[in-house]
């Protein structure tokens, strides 16, 4: 079963505005990480967060992570679009030597 | 680098065919994974392996097999196909577990 739920499942903006995608876990991780899809690629990883960490930046990226909730968000600013693709968030469970993806949420950013 | 590889792209298979999936990475990781990702899921994983020699199940196992033989090297195979492994098969690859994995561009397989 997925451990991570991404929120929303399908996000349309316009050129630059920011998109918020959120993702939920079920059980203790070791760190969460974000993946991008393009349609019909292989997933490219996108930032990687530790569970002693609190938030994150990558370029236009930021991740905040909120470990006592279950939760991590990625905010893309200034959205593209090449930033058209499927966002995925990947747990590393405690005790696991193995990812969990979550369902992912598709983002379309218009010109 | 070519980073990681698979072969084929695409492959039509009929009910009951066999098939094996390679996939190569030349990064040197110790950690390789197979993935099955049907239309508006994420990834399941099949199988992975910690090692040159070792394999183990991951969330779906069931209806294939692996191996690797060398280090470099990860082998899916399917021994009786079903319409239910119609998937998209991405392998992956990452130096240590937990850290982040390199995807190949996978491979789209139809089971008619």
């Known amino acids: 079963s997925q451990q991570g739920e991404e929120d929303p499942q399908a996000l349309s903006i316009q050129e630059g505005e920011n998109a918020t995608m959120n993702c939920s876990y079920k059980?203790?991780?070791?760190?969460l990480q974000w993946y991008r899809q393009n349609s019909g690629r292989g997933l490219v990883h996108l930032i990687l967060i530790r569970s002693n960490e609190r938030e994150k930046h990558s370029g236009r990226l930021r991740v905040t992570l909120d470990t006592s909730k279950k939760s991590s968000s990625l905010l893309i600013t200034a959205s593209r679009a090449a930033d058209t693709a499927s966002y995925f968030c990947a747990t590393d469970n405690t005790g696991f030597q193995k990812l969990v993806f979550g369902t992912g949420t598709r983002l379309l950013v218009s010109p | 680098n070519a980073g990681v590889t698979q072969t084929p792209k695409f492959r039509v298979l009929k009910t009951g065919q066999s098939m094996t999936l390679l996939c190569a990475q030349d990064m040197n990781h110790e950690y390789m994974y197979w993935y099955r990702q049907d239309p508006g899921m994420g990834l399941r994983l099949i199988h992975y392996s910690v090692g040159e020699g070792t394999t183990a199940k991951g969330e779906v196992p069931d209806g294939y097999n692996v191996s690797r033989l060398k280090k470099q090297n990860f082998l899916l195979g399917l021994e009786s196909a079903a319409p239910s492994q119609t998937s998209v098969y991405f392998c992956?690859?990452?130096?240590?577990?937990?850290?982040?994995?390199?995807f190949g561009p996978g491979t789209r397989l139809t089971v008619l």
């Open positions: 992956a690859s990452s130096t240590l577990a937990g850290n982040e994995q390199f």
């Open positions: 059980t203790s991780i070791n760190n």
